[in-house]
């Protein structure tokens, strides 16, 4: 089954963290927050993330890698622009980085779940 992360954000509530920590990498009991979200996907049967990335994005494609040690299949979808050889980020909101997903290829061909985190 598939499922999407939505990690392209900027953090703007847990600023100070947030400028040198992307949301997602936050450690809660010395592991990522992501990493208890891919558990938990995992035990329910998801196999293959797609995680929308774009603030310090190369901080969460580091550690998370193809996602094979946490025993699914990560694949990456950046939200920004390369400038002078660096990557900018430019999010595009949750329902443009999925819509950016399905346009580039059809990953939502199945029932999926998209994880994410609304503001109240």
């Not at 998801?46 to 890698?65: C, D, K, P, T």
Request: proline share 5%; glycine share 10%.
């Amino acid at each position: 089954m598939k499922a999407m992360i939505l990690a392209a954000g900027k953090g703007t509530r847990v600023r100070p963290i947030t400028y040198t920590i992307p949301k997602p990498m936050i450690p809660i009991m010395q592991k990522p927050v992501m990493e208890f979200l891919l558990e938990l996907l995992r035990q329910h049967g998801f196999n293959q993330v797609m995680v929308n990335v774009s603030h310090l994005a190369n901080e969460i494609e580091g550690y998370f890698r193809d996602g094979q040690r946490f025993g699914v299949e990560i694949a990456y979808s950046f939200e920004g622009r390369i400038v002078d050889g660096e990557l900018v980020g430019d999010a595009v909101g949750s329902a443009g980085g999925m819509r950016k997903i399905q346009d580039f290829s059809p990953f939502f061909d199945e029932t999926f779940v998209v994880a994410l985190r609304r503001r109240h």
